[in-house]
């Protein structure tokens, strides 16, 4: 006969530190019985599985570390424990799993080896910052983050302007440190009727998201702390 597979949950993680708005009964639930968890960085995990209600030691439970380090060839040993019948859980760094995130990788090996995959609600920057941008909801495209070298930035932010003119929302990122270049690069690039919101800090109490043209923001000229930010250009 032959062996239950397990179910693999993907459990989102809070955007900002706080989890009491967007934590479902499911979830603290889950985090009671499932014992094995795959992982991004284990400090905001265990911060989560506690503020979830984790009752047990962390010792009683196994982590599974899956970042931008993890080989493909290392994948399969995560999905041991699902093959041999125990559920298991993704937990992202921040957001959903899966979305910009290394965990969807192991999700599609899930698939190739029929096991369940059920996803949990929770808080996305990507859909957040296009729900308060005013922007075209209905056609819309995450680009996830922009070229490290410059040149070839500038050239992806007017492909994105040009996108965004038609109607089409653009959403992108960069890391939290490169910020203030981006937007120089945006003002400097892009349509001065071109709309483009900036989506800071999204659902912490340092939030600040803003939709203004491209000329507005020339006349604020602002200057971005280097935290988590969204981008869409659009109109």
């Given at each position: 006969m032959?062996?239950?597979?397990?179910t693999?949950?993907?459990?989102?993680?809070?955007?900002?530190?706080?989890?009491?708005?967007?934590?479902?009964?499911?979830?603290?639930?889950?985090?009671?019985?499932?014992?094995?968890?795959?992982?991004?960085?284990?400090?905001?995990?265990?911060?989560?599985?506690?503020?979830?209600?984790?009752?047990?030691?962390?010792?009683?439970?196994?982590?599974?570390?899956l970042?931008?380090?993890?080989?493909?060839?290392?994948?399969?040993?995560?999905?041991?424990?699902?093959?041999?019948?125990?559920?298991?859980?993704?937990i992202?760094?921040?957001?959903?799993?899966?979305?910009?995130?290394?965990?969807?990788?192991?999700?599609?090996?899930a698939?190739?080896?029929?096991i369940?995959?059920?996803?949990?609600?929770?808080?996305?920057s990507?859909f957040?910052?296009?729900?308060?941008?005013?922007?075209?909801g209905?056609?819309?495209?995450?680009?996830?983050?922009?070229p490290?070298?410059?040149?070839?930035?500038?050239?992806?932010?007017?492909?994105?302007?040009?996108?965004?003119?038609?109607?089409?929302?653009?959403?992108?990122?960069?890391?939290?440190?490169?910020?203030?270049?981006?937007?120089?690069?945006?003002?400097?690039?892009?349509?001065?009727e071109?709309?483009?919101?900036?989506?800071c800090?999204?659902?912490?109490?340092?939030?600040?998201?803003?939709?203004?043209?491209?000329?507005?923001?020339?006349?604020?000229?602002?200057?971005?702390?280097?935290?988590?930010t969204?981008?869409l250009?659009?109109?």
């Amino acid at each position: 006969m032959a062996t239950r597979k397990g179910t693999l949950y993907l459990i989102p993680n809070s955007l900002g530190g706080g989890v009491n708005s967007f934590a479902t009964e499911l979830s603290k639930q889950l985090v009671q019985k499932v014992e094995h968890f795959v992982v991004e960085e284990i400090k905001s995990a265990r911060r989560l599985l506690r503020a979830l209600g984790l009752k047990r030691e962390f010792e009683e439970v196994n982590f599974y570390f899956l970042n931008e380090h993890t080989r493909f060839n290392e994948m399969g040993s995560l999905l041991k424990p699902l093959l041999a019948g125990h559920d298991a859980a993704i937990i992202s760094e921040a957001g959903l799993p899966c979305v910009a995130d290394p965990g969807s990788s192991l999700v599609a090996l899930a698939h190739e080896n029929g096991i369940k995959v059920v996803p949990l609600s929770g808080p996305s920057s990507i859909f957040m910052a296009l729900m308060a941008s005013g922007m075209n909801g209905q056609e819309f495209t995450f680009n996830g983050y922009l070229p490290r070298d410059r040149s070839e930035r500038i050239r992806k932010i007017k492909q994105l302007d040009s996108l965004g003119a038609k109607g089409h929302t653009q959403i992108f990122m960069d890391v939290p440190y490169r910020n203030q270049q981006v937007l120089e690069d945006l003002l400097q690039h892009c349509r001065t009727e071109s709309k483009l919101c900036i989506a800071c800090n999204i659902s912490t109490q340092a939030e600040m998201i803003l939709t203004k043209t491209i000329a507005e923001w020339l006349v604020l000229q602002p200057s971005l702390p280097k935290e988590p930010t969204m981008f869409l250009l659009g109109k």
